[in-house]
């Protein structure tokens, strides 16, 4: 039994990873490209950012950066465990038709945008979400006294 099989003809079917990854973004209705100027040794250029927004109320948070989704969810008490910043430029066209974005922390914000933010600020965030923190803790610790209350006749 004789097999003749070119090499082109094995790779035929062979797929571009970077082709799946493009179409799968553009298939995502959150995914967003925004361009931003960046400094370097020739002058300023635009640096290209992906990002992706998070939905309307009562969906899952999502991470900005990765697109990770989060168990949270958005218009919750738990929106203030993250850094969520709304991009009012107009730039965003994401499907979802969402401006809105959710970072883990201001710094993971700046580090993402590769922007500044005033210390004030970082600072004001620290204080609602560690409010946040004490408040889901409290709630927990309320949950655990529940369960062992014992009831007796």
């Known amino acids: 039994m004789e097999y003749n099989e070119s090499p082109h003809e094995a790779n035929e079917y062979v797929l571009n990873p970077n082709d799946v990854l493009q179409d799968t973004q553009r298939m995502d209705s959150g995914y967003n ?23 309307d109320t009562g969906t899952n948070i999502r991470d900005a950066e990765t697109g ?30 969402s401006s809105t974005m959710f970072y883990s922390s201001p710094r993971h ?3 993402h945008m590769r922007c500044d933010l005033d210390p004030k600020e970082i600072a004001k965030w620290e204080a609602k979400r560690d409010a946040r923190v004490a408040e889901a803790e409290k709630s927990r610790e309320a949950m655990r006294y529940k369960k062992q209350v014992i009831y007796v006749n």
């Open 109 to 111: 914000y700046m580090s």
């Open 68 to 97: 990770h989704y989060y168990n949270e969810r958005v218009g919750s008490s738990d929106e203030d465990l993250y850094f969520k910043v709304v991009l009012a430029t107009g730039e965003c066209k994401s499907k979802n038709c």
């Open 33 to 55: 490209v925004i361009w931003r100027p960046v400094m370097n040794t020739r002058g300023s250029r635009l640096r290209k950012i992906e990002v992706y927004t998070s939905s």
